[in-house]
């Protein structure tokens, strides 16, 4: 079983920089492939970014690509994921994820274990 708990969301004016963490219980952590995701109101929930294990594999949204970047520290069971430039339509809740499997995933479905979210609010 693993537990995660998102933190650092916040309200920021478009342009600014927020850095999400999530940190997570269980033995299974650092052989877990991890994910971010996040959901608008009244949209779909949609995939952000995704890292291996070992951080050696990162894939990102398009329309976070070249702002967004997700890390992990396994030692502190950890994973990152720092939001640069902003923009109003990054508002959302931002779900952390892991699946028990090396690799990452863009599909949520294959995530087994969710934290609760943590809100993100970009202000034009």
């Known amino acids: 079983q693993v537990r995660l708990v998102e933190s650092g969301g916040g309200l920021v004016q478009a342009g600014g920089s927020l850095r999400l963490s999530c940190a997570a219980s269980g033995r299974t952590f650092s052989s877990s492939a991890m994910g971010w995701f996040r959901q608008a109101p009244g949209k779909e929930r949609e995939f952000v970014a995704a890292i291996s294990w070992n951080g050696g594999i990162t894939t990102y949204a398009d329309s976070v690509k070249g702002r967004f970047t997700i890390s992990r520290d396994n030692a502190q069971r950890t994973v990152y994921l720092q939001m640069n430039t902003l923009k109003p339509e990054d508002t959302a809740v931002y779900y952390c994820?892991?699946?028990?499997?090396?690799?990452?995933?863009?599909?949520?479905?294959?995530?087994?274990?969710w934290g609760q979210g943590t809100q993100v609010t970009v202000s034009s």
């Open positions: 994820a892991a699946r028990p499997i090396l690799m990452p995933s863009t599909r949520g479905h294959e995530y087994n274990y």
